[in-house]
C-alpha cells in the first residue's frame, strides 16, 4: 500500500507544472523594430520603453509533456504628454500570455509586443 500511495505521490509531482521565480520575455519596439530579451522577477516591476510590466506568475510544462510557457502579467503604460511629463500609468492588459501562441492573449499596443520566452528559477 505505502509503494501505492509513494509511487501516486511521485507521479502527481512530476505531472505538475513547475512554477518559477523569474520570467523571460521578449519585447519588440514597433518604431525601430528592435526586439530584446528581459528578464522580469515575479511581482516586481520591470520597464520596457514606457510599459511597466508586472510578472504575477510563471508556468512551465515538464519535458516529458507538450512545451508550453505560460505567464501571467500586468502591464501598464505611463504615456508621456506634451510637455515631456509622465501621465499617470494605464492599464493596457492583464491575463496570461502562452509562448506556443503568442496572438491568443496579444498585449495591444501602438508602439510595443511583448511574448513570453522562458521561466526560470
Given amino acids: ?3 501505492v500511495l509513494l ?6 509531482a512530476v505531472a505538475t507544472p513547475a512554477f518559477a521565480q523569474t520570467v523571460v520575455l521578449r519585447g519588440l519596439d514597433k518604431v525601430t523594430g528592435h526586439a530584446r530579451d528581459f528578464n522580469a522577477a515575479i511581482d516586481r516591476p520591470v520597464r520596457f520603453g514606457t510599459l511597466e510590466v508586472i510578472a504575477r506568475s510563471c508556468t512551465k510544462h515538464a519535458p516529458e509533456e507538450t512545451p508550453e510557457v505560460a505567464v501571467y ?3 501598464f503604460d505611463h504615456p508621456t504628454t ?7 500609468r494605464v492599464p ?3 491575463g496570461w500570455i502562452f509562448a506556443s501562441s503568442p496572438g491568443l ?13 522562458d521561466c526560470r528559477d
Avoid: C
Fill in 1 to 3: 500500500m505505502k509503494r
Fill in 105 to 117: 492573449n496579444a498585449i495591444e499596443h501602438p508602439n510595443y509586443d511583448i511574448w513570453a520566452v
Fill in 92 to 94: 493596457i492588459f492583464h
Fill in 7 to 12: 509511487a501516486l505521490a511521485l507521479s502527481f
Fill in 82 to 88: 506634451t510637455q515631456g511629463q509622465q501621465a499617470t
Fill in 73 to 75: 502579467l500586468e502591464v
